[in-house]
């Protein structure tokens, strides 16, 4: 019988041929190398039998789902394929296409299984669409809008520095499109199929889909794996939710114009991050939070650095206010505020940036109807991610566990693993934390507030970063290198570090706090010079008595 071979379902270019008509091939031959984008993959022919004719010649632009080649397969082949398909490959849905949600069904797919990935709006979630990679895009674009200001300094004369808001913009969308594309590419490479609908449970093992048309269909499956994520809180505060300018984090990142002046509700990692962005593009920044610190997560020490920093480069802090109302005004929003003591507070801003945190998106699940245990939409879930349903995982933010896009691939991970027969786990323990600000600012393992509570015994090693080569000569020398360990045995239990580069860095301050390292771990450790990472070396042998360059 002859059977057209495809090469994807989305357009591709044919690199190069490996075969010719007439060549005999088994199954798994690469057939040919094609390309999307910057990816590069081999086409295998999916059946024995010899090929026929090739379709499409090398260096042509080929439409998805088109036929590249022909082969003459034998039905006796094509029949014990299918055979072989149904009797021995596992089903695995995953519900929601962001980090957690695309990971866990490309593990799956490593695995063996056939997989379906079910996305309502676009593949990549909130991180990739309206989180992490448009917030990063737009802090480099301020970043480099504040470098170039200050190029002088380095012996560059950079005349007449404006600010283009519309190619910030653009920016920002190509390189959310970039990367959703990317990984809508590997989806279709390990072979997951996506399809674009809403879901929600029939029962344990079925799911009901909704497409964009309104029609429905069921969707059955040997395991699922929710991966919902989370949607941002916008507190029953009076006139709030229904002000014109008042909008959550999608909304600040595509402001038509850049606002003169923004109000942020909110000093936890998202309100942080906007807040460095927006100054530095020469907004009047204020930020106003309940609590009596910012960056509750964080190393408490280097956070109120990291708040002298900021404040220096003219961002306004109102710890301890509690808001109380809000309302329009002619040029934007009046916001109410009330201190501890009673003060009362007015803030006027162009705009409001309401940043106080994220909640489950399980509400339009059904869980109810697979008999999955809830809290306040919070899934419960074992260190296997493995709900009190047999077959059913849950991961990432719905879970109410730490909400970072690195910890939800993990657990991706740790459940697609286990839906495939494996023995895995996985653990909070060493999960790093990062905030993108000016400068950055990461941690991993213990803060002192944490080991002071339990009583433990410890000792800090600080090296500040101004003593730093590379932090003086990229001219970014604020912030410090913070090691924390036991002070007898000098065991590891904490590394902070606020300075340049410091989301990059913390990942080797992960690996030595994962392998239940010590202080002459990295003290022992060769680091190269000049770069930033010999801070990190240079606090643990401060912690010894023994730093080098600093007193």
Same mark, same amino acid.
């Given at each position: 019988?002859?059977?057209? %071979?495809?090469?994807?379902?989305?357009?591709?270019?044919?690199?190069?041929?490996?075969?010719?008509?007439?060549?005999?091939?088994?199954?798994?031959?690469?057939?040919?190398?094609?390309?999307?984008?910057?990816?590069?993959?081999?086409?295998?022919?999916?059946?024995?039998?010899? %090929?026929?004719?090739?379709?499409?010649?090398?260096?042509?632009?080929?439409?998805? /789902?088109?036929?590249?080649?022909?082969?003459?397969?034998?039905?006796?082949?094509?029949?014990?394929?299918?055979?072989?398909?149904?009797?021995?490959?596992? #089903?695995?849905?995953?519900?929601?296409?962001?980090?957690?949600?695309?990971?866990?069904?490309?593990?799956?797919?490593?695995?063996?299984?056939?997989?379906?990935?079910?996305?309502?709006?676009?593949?990549?979630?909130?991180?990739?669409?309206?989180?992490?990679?448009?917030?990063?895009?737009?802090?480099?674009?301020?970043?480099?809008?504040?470098? #170039?200001?200050?190029?002088?300094?380095?012996?560059?004369?950079?005349? !007449?520095?404006?600010?283009?808001?519309?190619?910030?913009?653009?920016?920002?969308?190509?390189?959310?499109?970039?990367?959703?594309? &990317?990984?809508?590419?590997?989806?279709?490479? !390990?072979?997951?199929?996506?399809?674009?609908?809403?879901?929600? +449970?029939?029962?344990?093992?079925?799911?009901?889909?909704?497409? *964009?048309?309104?029609?429905?269909?069921?969707?059955?499956?040997?395991? %699922?794996?929710?991966?919902?994520?989370?949607?941002?809180?916008?507190?029953?505060?009076?006139? @709030?939710?229904?002000?014109?300018?008042?909008?959550?984090?999608? /909304?600040?990142?595509? +402001?038509?114009?850049?606002?003169?002046?923004?109000?942020?509700? &909110?000093?936890?990692?998202? /309100?942080? *991050?906007?807040?460095?962005?927006? !100054?530095?593009?020469?907004?009047?920044?204020?930020?106003?939070?309940?609590?009596?610190?910012? @960056?509750?997560?964080?190393?408490?020490?280097?956070?109120?650095?990291?708040?002298?920093?900021?404040?220096?480069?003219?961002?306004?802090?109102?710890?301890?206010?509690?808001?109380?109302?809000?309302?329009?005004?002619?040029?934007?929003?009046?916001?109410?505020?009330?201190?501890?003591?009673?003060?009362?507070?007015?803030?006027?801003?162009?705009?409001?940036?309401?940043?106080?945190?994220?909640?489950?998106?399980?509400?339009?699940?059904?869980?109810?109807?697979?008999? %999955?245990?809830?809290q306040r939409g919070v899934i419960a879930v074992d260190d296997r991610m493995q709900t009190g349903v047999p077959g059913v995982y849950a991961i990432g933010d719905c879970t109410g566990r730490m909400m970072l896009a690195h910890a939800a691939m993990a657990m991706g991970e740790t459940a697609a693993e286990n839906a495939m027969g494996k023995r895995s786990t996985y653990s909070e323990k060493i999960c790093p934390s990062c905030v993108y600000m000016t400068p950055e600012f990461a941690g991993a393992g213990s803060t002192e507030e944490q080991l002071k509570a339990k009583n433990i015994n410890y000792k800090a090693g600080v090296f500040p970063i101004a003593a730093n080569g590379k932090s003086v000569i990229m001219e970014e020398p604020e912030g410090e290198v913070k090691v924390l360990a036991d002070t007898r045995s000098g065991k590891l239990l904490g590394i902070h570090i606020l300075g340049p580069r410091a989301t990059d860095l913390i990942g080797e301050a992960a690996a030595y706090l994962n392998?239940?390292?010590?202080? *002459?771990?990295?003290?022992?450790?060769?680091?190269?010079?000049?770069?930033?990472?010999?801070?990190?070396?240079?606090?643990?042998?401060? +912690?010894?008595?023994?730093?080098?360059?600093?007193?």
């Amino acid at each position: 019988m002859l059977q057209n %071979i495809t090469a994807a379902k989305t357009a591709c270019t044919i690199k190069n041929w490996k075969v010719k008509p007439g060549d005999a091939v088994e199954k798994g031959a690469v057939l040919c190398t094609v390309s999307q984008g910057k990816m590069t993959r081999d086409i295998a022919a999916k059946w024995p039998g010899a %090929i026929v004719e090739i379709l499409a010649a090398e260096g042509s632009a080929v439409p998805g /789902g088109e036929a590249i080649c022909s082969m003459e397969v034998s039905e006796a082949d094509l029949a014990a394929a299918a055979a072989a398909e149904e009797e021995t490959v596992k #089903t695995v849905v995953v519900i929601g296409g962001g980090p957690g949600g695309y990971v866990a069904a490309i593990r799956a797919a490593q695995l063996g299984a056939k997989v379906t990935l079910i996305e309502k709006k676009r593949i990549g979630g909130t991180c990739l669409n309206v989180g992490c990679i448009p917030t990063k895009a737009l802090l480099h674009s301020a970043k480099l809008y504040g470098k #170039t200001k200050r190029a002088a300094s380095a012996g560059v004369i950079a005349e !007449n520095v404006t600010l283009d808001w519309d190619g910030v913009q653009n920016y920002r969308r190509g390189v959310v499109d970039r990367l959703v594309g &990317g990984v809508a590419s590997l989806l279709e490479a !390990n072979g997951v199929e996506v399809i674009k609908a809403s879901a929600r +449970f029939k029962d344990a093992h079925t799911l009901l889909l909704t497409n *964009e048309d309104g029609s429905e269909k069921e969707l059955t499956a040997d395991h %699922i794996i929710i991966a919902a994520g989370s949607a941002p809180v916008i507190p029953p505060i009076p006139g @709030l939710a229904d002000a014109a300018g008042c909008v959550d984090s999608t /909304g600040a990142l595509a +402001f038509e114009e850049k606002p003169d002046s923004l109000l942020i509700i &909110g000093g936890g990692v998202i /309100g942080i *991050e906007l807040a460095c962005a927006y !100054n530095a593009f020469g907004t009047k920044v204020t930020v106003v939070e309940m609590l009596d610190r910012l @960056l509750p997560p964080m190393d408490l020490s280097l956070t109120e650095k990291a708040q002298k920093i900021m404040e220096d480069t003219g961002i306004v802090f109102c710890l301890g206010t509690k808001v109380t109302k809000a309302e329009d005004t002619p040029g934007g929003i009046r916001v109410y505020g009330e201190k501890a003591d009673g003060t009362q507070l007015q803030f006027e801003a162009e705009k409001v940036l309401v940043a106080i945190g994220r909640r489950s998106d399980t509400a339009s699940l059904a869980l109810e109807n697979a008999g %999955i245990e809830t809290q306040r939409g919070v899934i419960a879930v074992d260190d296997r991610m493995q709900t009190g349903v047999p077959g059913v995982y849950a991961i990432g933010d719905c879970t109410g566990r730490m909400m970072l896009a690195h910890a939800a691939m993990a657990m991706g991970e740790t459940a697609a693993e286990n839906a495939m027969g494996k023995r895995s786990t996985y653990s909070e323990k060493i999960c790093p934390s990062c905030v993108y600000m000016t400068p950055e600012f990461a941690g991993a393992g213990s803060t002192e507030e944490q080991l002071k509570a339990k009583n433990i015994n410890y000792k800090a090693g600080v090296f500040p970063i101004a003593a730093n080569g590379k932090s003086v000569i990229m001219e970014e020398p604020e912030g410090e290198v913070k090691v924390l360990a036991d002070t007898r045995s000098g065991k590891l239990l904490g590394i902070h570090i606020l300075g340049p580069r410091a989301t990059d860095l913390i990942g080797e301050a992960a690996a030595y706090l994962n392998r239940n390292a010590y202080v *002459e771990d990295i003290a022992g450790t060769m680091h190269a010079h000049p770069t930033v990472s010999e801070a990190l070396r240079e606090a643990a042998l401060a +912690f010894q008595g023994k730093a080098i360059h600093f007193k």
